[in-house]
């Protein structure tokens, strides 16, 4: 088997992406190095710290900036060995100095078929616009917000629903399907810009499944 994709994930939250990262690829595909936190006392250490994962929070509020805090915290990943980072709801904006340290690639999941619907809020944004078709973004990040070039996207129609958390029901089993798949592509060196348009990936099929 080809050798584990080394990733780190970032998080801010519940962890529910970092569970499916940590249930579907770690340790096959990929090996997760590192957990690392924009806030302590989140669920998402706790679930790093069962699966026995190098794990430590980097809060604002403890760097005089937001430049100290990145690069101590790209330090710390880089003295793990992450190659590639994994923003699994880490709610923060990262800088181009921060992303050029990895350049195997930073990806992100998102709650909306970007680019409708970029930043905080994706899906309160969504039911106001009041979209009947709702989905999911895995995109590499930029020094944008949301603006990178997509990995995967899948959409969900939800004519009726009227609430974030009758949204949010349908999409996470969505994240925690794609997110993994996204991992299982770059550990396969699967996917790479178009030549023609570098804002679109070109993703391999899997060795025997169906290109779509
Ligand atoms: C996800 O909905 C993700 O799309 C968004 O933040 C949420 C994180 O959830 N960026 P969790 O912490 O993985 O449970």
């Known amino acids: 088997m080809a050798e584990r994709l080394p ?3 970032l998080v801010s939250g519940t962890g529910t992406n970092l569970q499916a990262l940590l249930d579907g690829v ?11 936190s924009s806030a302590a006392g989140v669920a ?21 900036s937001r430049e100290l ?24 904006l990262l800088a ?8 195997a690639g930073v990806i992100n999941v998102h709650p909306s078929l970007l ?8 899906i309160e944004q969504a039911l106001d ?29 939800l004519p009726g629903a009227r609430t974030p958390e009758q949204v949010l029901a349908a999409l996470r089993p969505l994240e925690h399907e794609l997110l993994p798949q996204a991992v299982r592509l770059l550990a396969r060196g699967a996917v790479r810009a178009d030549p023609q348009n570098p804002r679109r990936t070109l993703v391999d099929p899997a060795p025997g499944a169906d290109a779509r």
């Open 44 to 64: 998402a250490l706790d679930r790093a710290d069962v699966a026995g994962v190098p794990w430590r929070a980097f809060a604002r509020a403890d760097y005089d």
């Open 69 to 92: 805090r990145d690069a101590a915290m790209a330090d710390w990943l880089e003295q793990h060995g992450a190659r590639v980072l994994v923003l699994a709801g880490y709610m923060q």
């Open 129 to 157: 616009y009041g979209v009947k078709v709702f989905g999911v973004s895995v995109h590499f990040v930029d020094a944008g917000v949301d603006t990178g070039a997509l990995i995967l996207q899948r959409a969900v129609e």
């Open 7 to 9: 990733i780190a994930v």
């Open 26 to 36: 770690h340790g096959r595909e990929a090996e997760i190095v590192a957990v690392a």
């Open 96 to 103: 181009a100095s921060f992303l050029e340290r990895f350049p």
């Open 115 to 122: 680019p409708s619907f970029p930043g905080l809020g994706a």
